[in-house]
């Protein structure tokens, strides 16, 4: 009887050193796994903007920038990836609001968005991609909202009330992507927020990788429109 519970313990023993030797190889592989899919990640990627696979954003954010940039990511094929090209110095919060839920939304899954300069309502709408890239020499830059009121005191409180509001729903959405409290953030900003280049932009959590863009020649090609105020100028579709 003694024998046959000292052969099932060692059975059970043997058993055992199996199961934590399984154990630990399944963990050596998940952690190896996660390594190379950040390496994958933070490695540099080849990217060719063309016609049919991007979008931009370049200058200020108003009215019209958001619109031209939304209608043209929605006519791209969405079962591809599709470019949303960032150089902008920021601009109005009510419209730099309306992209951001753009990004945020169904809709907007699958962008990969990529920063050459991304400050201000720019700078929140780079943390609402679902991918971030930035380029070399990249500038990104954070801060509360700012600007002037005028009007009745009771107009220029109301308008107070909402700046407050959409304030902290944008440094929200900056915090949650950065990987920060609100309260670090705010501490961060000071007044503004500078991360310049690579190195900075990746500590800072502020990118997902780094990208190497160029453009097709199709769209290197120089083409005549009128700008603002009728003058035909020469521009081209490359955004950089």
Known sequence: MTNAWQKLLKQCHKQGDKMKKSIIALFLILVLSISILAYGISK?????????????????????????AILKLRSLDQSK?????????????INGMRLINYLRSAEGKGIVCIAEKAMSMAFV???????RLV??????????????MQGYIKQIESELILAKKLDYILQKIQANRLGITIEQLL????AEWWIIGIEDALNNNATDGVANVSCSLE???PIKVKNDEGQEITISKCPL
């Open 135 to 148: 380029i070399e020499n990249t500038m990104l830059m954070s801060h509360g909202i700012a600007g002037g």
């Open 219 to 221: 769209i290197q090609k």
């Open 125 to 131: 709408a780079l943390q609402s991609c679902e991918t």
């Open 187 to 190: 501490k961060n900003q000071n």
């Open 81 to 93: 990836t599709r470019y949303f090209y960032i150089d902008s110095p920021g601009g109005e919060v």
């Open 44 to 68: 540099n990627q080849n990217i060719v903007l063309t016609e049919e696979n991007h979008a931009s954003l370049v200058g200020e954010v108003n009215g019209g920038s958001v619109e031209t």
